[in-house]
């Protein structure tokens, strides 16, 4: 609050505080580390993503993405979030970001790992029997007429009655490998069934 004279009046100035978007979201933004502060820890204690990774082979890192999300407890939690539309790819980038922050991968793994992560999860949403799964942001938005269509795509026949049969994103064995690949066929069905019970009987 402020005093001015005008014309041998003294009038007051109320300011009012302008918010802006920090204070909307309860952020401080002078409550973060300052630049440069990360290079004045001891190299004798080094964050996680600062060590060696712990896994170095793709087909050892995806072999323990798999494990984790088939936990009965992540997995019940997984078909939820999938089935309430979010994006499968948003769900692979929480994950692998995870494991980069606790040591797991490098950037480089993880940038290997995206695309297997996703198709373990088109897996588990329809063995979840999720039909409708959001595979990017934006997808139900993109025009099918203004898109390119890649060399692998078959030309339909207009001549021809035939039903098209819309092919499934099943998981293959360049992209998984060869061992996961088994798992994913044998193993989840099973699993991701007893999450589902489970899940039902919650329900109830």
Same mark, same amino acid.
């Given at each position: 609050?402020?005093?001015?004279?005008?014309?041998?009046?003294?009038?007051?100035?109320?300011?009012?505080?302008?918010?802006?978007?920090?204070?909307?979201?309860?952020?401080?933004?002078?409550?973060?580390?300052?630049?440069?502060?990360?290079?004045?820890?001891?190299?004798?204690?080094?964050?996680?993503?600062?060590?060696?990774?712990?896994?170095?082979?793709?087909?050892?890192?995806?072999?323990?993405?798999?494990?984790?999300?088939?936990?009965?407890?992540?997995?019940?939690?997984?078909?939820?979030?999938?089935? #309430?539309?979010?994006?499968?790819?948003?769900?692979?980038?929480?994950?692998?970001?995870?494991?980069?922050?606790?040591?797991?991968?490098?950037?480089?793994?993880?940038?290997?790992?995206?695309?297997?992560?996703?198709?373990?999860?088109?897996?588990?949403?329809?063995?979840?029997?999720?039909?409708?799964?959001?595979?990017?942001?934006?997808?139900?938005?993109?025009?099918?007429?203004?898109?390119?269509?890649?060399?692998?795509?078959?030309?339909?026949?207009?001549?021809?009655?035939? #039903?098209?049969? #819309?092919?499934?994103?099943?998981?293959?064995?360049?992209?998984?490998?060869?061992?996961?690949?088994?798992?994913?066929?044998?193993?989840?069905?099973?699993?991701?069934?007893?999450?589902?019970?489970?899940?039902?009987?919650?329900?109830?």
């Amino acid at each position: 609050m402020a005093e001015i004279d005008v014309n041998n009046k003294e009038v007051e100035l109320k300011v009012k505080p302008q918010s802006n978007q920090f204070d909307e979201v309860g952020v401080n933004p002078f409550n973060a580390p300052v630049p440069g502060e990360s290079l004045t820890a001891s190299p004798d204690t080094p964050t996680a993503w600062e060590r060696p990774p712990e896994f170095t082979d793709q087909e050892d890192a995806m072999r323990a993405v798999y494990m984790e999300l088939t936990e009965q407890t992540t997995l019940r939690k997984l078909i939820n979030i999938i089935s #309430e539309g979010v994006a499968l790819d948003e769900i692979a980038q929480v994950i692998l970001y995870k494991g980069y922050r606790s040591g797991k991968f490098n950037p480089d793994m993880v940038l290997l790992l995206a695309e297997p992560t996703i198709y373990l999860l088109i897996s588990i949403a329809d063995y979840a029997d999720i039909k409708d799964y959001v595979l990017y942001e934006g997808e139900q938005e993109d025009d099918p007429d203004t898109q390119i269509p890649g060399d692998d795509v078959t030309p339909i026949n207009m001549d021809e009655d035939d #039903e098209v049969v #819309e092919e499934k994103n099943e998981p293959t064995e360049e992209v998984l490998g060869e061992s996961l690949l088994a798992k994913v066929k044998q193993e989840l069905p099973s699993k991701v069934e007893a999450a589902v019970e489970v899940k039902e009987e919650v329900k109830e």
